[in-house]
């Protein structure tokens, strides 16, 4: 009896603690799939140039992005997933819809297009560090936050614009999309900087991630 009662069924019962539950079932990652759902419909409104409903829906994604943020330190459910899907989502809402703004004759092109080749050129540089040194440790600079946040201004102010043509709106439009621009050329200049700083460096465990 005492084998049956220190073997396999016991010993199973014990790892029950240790299952870790899927994290696409926490808050902060949900908030984050949510706003990723919402881009369709913020760009078909924008298309249809219902642009009422267009800022209501910018509104509803960056209120989702400050709780998915809020939820994750308050909760500490801080995973391996969110950190990826947060910034992809961030990039996806606003890449997507400074295209349909420049398409729509709202945003000029070259800010599109500057945008456009700073997230291009990020993404390819992290993935080929990953492929040549397994580099994943890839956390944003002040200047990227800078420029994102100011991203999300310019893009506000534009949908704001079509709804209201106070003076403030129009000010606050152009230093946007002034800022963009000049925060895209410093954060793509600061995040080469640091990759040329990483590339002096191993990697943390690269030998021994190498040999598994």
Same mark, same amino acid.
């Given at each position: 009896m005492r084998f049956f009662a220190s073997g396999p069924? $016991?010993?199973?019962?014990? $790892? +029950?603690?240790? +299952?870790? /539950?899927?994290?696409?079932r926490n808050a902060p990652n949900l908030l984050t799939l949510a706003r990723i759902c919402l881009a369709p419909f913020l760009v078909t409104a924008i298309l249809e140039n219902r642009y009422r409903l267009s800022f209501y829906l910018f509104l509803a994604a960056g209120l989702t992005d400050a709780l998915d943020g809020m939820l994750a330190r308050l909760l500490k459910q801080r995973t391996m997933l969110g950190q990826y899907l947060d910034p992809v989502a961030d990039k996806l809402l606003l890449s997507t819809l400074f295209l349909v703004l420049m398409h729509k004759g709202l945003i000029p092109a070259r800010v599109t297009v500057m945008v456009f080749g700073r997230d291009v050129g990020i993404l390819v540089v992290a993935a080929l560090l990953y492929a040549a040194a397994g580099r994943r440790e890839f956390s944003p600079s002040i200047f990227g936050k800078a420029n994102t946040l100011v991203q999300v201004a310019a893009v506000a102010a534009v949908l704001l614009q079509q709804l209201t043509a106070a003076i403030w709106v129009v000010w606050v439009q152009s230093t946007? /999309?002034?800022?963009?621009?000049l925060l895209t050329v410093v954060s793509g200049l600061h995040y080469a900087w640091m990759v040329s700083r990483r590339m002096g460096t191993p990697a943390p465990g690269g030998a021994g991630a190498r040999s598994l």
């Open positions: 069924i $016991e010993s199973s019962m014990s $790892e +029950v603690p240790y +299952v870790r /539950l899927n994290p696409l946007a /999309l002034d800022a963009t621009m």
